[in-house]
């Protein structure tokens, strides 16, 4: 176990043992005190490329957030996307739904990619994944936030990505408003392009990148 996996976990401890002395504080308050429950539950993945594991075996469940507030607990205890070591991914999806491709809710879906360059991992990674991720747990897109089924920050040497991955490759009009609404969200320049690749494409690539189904 590197240091980055073991500050992860090391965090997550933490987390579990503070969220125990909370709980007790809050049977203590009474009905006083009420956490504000989330339109989805949300778990959040770390995955660290061992290549002496599995890809499977490498992705690590962290913990499943219910409420507003244990979102933003979790958040201020672990360690920021830019400060991952490369080859290491966070992930956080529905409960229930893993972040890979083979899944059945993510199959016949697609995502949303950000190209980031190595510049951008100082001066707004962080805050373009903390975006992202609001909008999954807030419900920002409406009636279309059924097709998301979560998102993925990849930290590379080349190059970070960021990913929204949605349920469903081809429903269109709901596919370009959230790409869309995304674009707007993260303040991201009209002259800058988003693609939205199918998993389908993604996995049957011969070239270095899927062709682009949609593009906003």
């Known amino acids: 176990m590197d240091s980055t996996e073991l500050e992860v976990e090391e965090s997550v401890e933490k987390l579990a043992l503070e969220e125990k002395v909370d709980e007790t504080e809050d049977n203590l308050v009474g009905e006083e005190y009420v956490k504000h429950p989330l339109q989805n539950s949300w778990t959040l993945w770390f995955f660290k490329n061992d290549r002496t594991k599995g890809w499977e075996e490498n992705q690590k469940e962290i913990i499943t957030v219910e409420t507003v507030e244990d979102f933003w607990s979790l958040y201020n205890h672990i360690e920021l996307a830019s400060r991952l070591t490369p080859g290491c991914d966070y992930s956080i999806f529905k409960k229930g739904i893993k972040p890979m491709w083979e ?27 903390l975006e992202v991720m609001l909008c999954l747990i807030g419900d920002t897109f409406g009636d279309d936030s059924e097709l998301v089924n979560g998102a993925v920050v990849n930290i590379r040497n080349k190059g970070d990505k960021i990913a929204m991955w949605l349920c469903d490759s081809k429903q269109g009009e709901s596919i370009l408003k959230i790409g869309t609404k995304l674009k707007e969200r993260l303040g ?29």
């Open 188 to 216: 991201i320049d009209a002259k800058v392009k988003l693609g939205f690749e199918a998993h389908q494409d993604t996995m049957n690539k011969s070239g270095s990148t899927a062709k682009n189904k949609y593009v906003v």
């Open 103 to 129: 899944d059945d809710h993510n199959r016949k879906g697609g995502r949303w990619l950000i190209n980031l360059d190595k510049k951008q991992r100082g001066s707004c990674l962080d805050d373009f994944w």
